[in-house]
């Protein structure tokens, strides 16, 4: 395996990785919506031979079905870890504890080392 390819293939996991549940979702998407069309195309033409005057009011329920299920499909395979997640609330008391962060920025040689590097 060549050095490019490697780092392709790393970088495309690295994006899939991160993007996980919206490229589920598109791809869900997709093949719901690549299905129902399928499926559909077989429905118009036999009510085009037998029954044409319903062909319109099944593409309109069809529509209708098909954008219904497809909302219920994405808000079903959700992750549980975003259901019960809290979103985190924000501190704004000035009374709250400091944080490692701030006890490590004040110390006394960060803080020389800070101010040399800005006056220079």
Same mark, same amino acid.
């Given at each position: 395996?060549?050095? #490019?390819r490697? =780092?392709?293939?790393?970088?495309?996991l +690295?994006?899939a990785?991160?993007?996980?549940l919206?490229?589920? #979702?598109?791809?869900?998407?997709?093949?719901?919506? &690549?299905v129902? +069309? *399928? &499926?559909?195309?077989d !429905?118009?033409? #036999?009510?085009q @031979?037998?029954?044409?005057q319903?062909?319109?009011?099944? &593409?309109? !329920?069809?529509?209708v079905a !098909? #954008?219904?299920?497809?909302?219920?499909?994405? *808000? %079903? @395979?959700?992750?549980?870890? *975003? /259901?019960? /997640?809290?979103?985190? +609330? &924000?501190?704004? $008391?000035?009374? +709250?504890?400091?944080?490692?962060?701030?006890?490590? =920025? %004040?110390?006394e040689?960060?803080?020389?080392?800070? $101010?040399?590097?800005l006056? /220079?």
């Amino acid at each position: 395996m060549s050095l #490019y390819r490697f =780092a392709r293939t790393s970088a495309l996991l +690295a994006f899939a990785g991160k993007y996980r549940l919206k490229i589920f #979702y598109m791809l869900a998407a997709i093949a719901f919506a &690549l299905v129902t +069309a *399928w &499926l559909y195309t077989d !429905v118009a033409a #036999y009510l085009q @031979v037998h029954f044409p005057q319903w062909a319109l009011l099944a &593409l309109l !329920v069809k529509t209708v079905a !098909v #954008y219904g299920a497809l909302f219920f499909l994405l *808000w %079903q @395979v959700k992750p549980s870890e *975003w /259901r019960s /997640r809290p979103e985190p +609330a &924000l501190q704004l $008391d000035s009374a +709250a504890e400091p944080s490692k962060l701030d006890e490590i =920025a %004040q110390k006394e040689t960060l803080s020389k080392r800070k $101010d040399t590097i800005l006056h /220079r």
